[in-house]
């Protein structure tokens, strides 16, 4: 069952659910309008391309975007949603290669390939903001 930000976790997913071959569940994440605000606050980031919608669009940009590591943080909390907990995320790595908007979902879904290795990619609108993601995690 795809599961949303708003949603409280009751479960995690069973150790055999991954094995090599199986998919993580789907995070499914709604930025809203007011998110890049939010967390340029908690992470001291103030770019004005995450807040100031007039500067995004003079530099090209579609309008405001999704400080990357916010994006990066919702692929880690897939992964240890996935493991059980955050203490089995031994190791993430991720390429940044789109720009995440706030409002249209985003889906995070991933693949595991070894025994504690999952690919990842994070996706919006069709649009892969996130991908070959890696992480490792201890079982």
Known sequence: MPRHVDEHRAGRVSMAALE???AIPELKVTPDKYLTARYAGASG????????????RAVGLPGRI???????AQVARAQTEAAGGPEHLKRLSVQFRGMGLP?????????????????????Q??????RNAEAE???
């Not at 980031?45 to 995004?56: R, S």
């Not at 999704?66 to 990066?72: A, I, V």
């Not at 609108?125 to 996130?130: C, H, K, L, P, V």
């Open 137 to 139: 995690l201890t079982l």
């Open 20 to 22: 090599v071959g199986n």
């Open 45 to 56: 980031d103030f770019n004005p391309i995450h807040i100031d919608e007039e500067f995004a």
């Open 103 to 123: 409002e249209p979902e985003i889906v995070v879904s991933g693949t595991v390939r070894g025994r504690a290795v999952v690919d990842t990619v994070a996706e």
């Open 66 to 72: 999704l400080h990357g590591l916010w994006t990066m």
């Open 125 to 130: 609108s069709g649009n892969q903001i996130i």
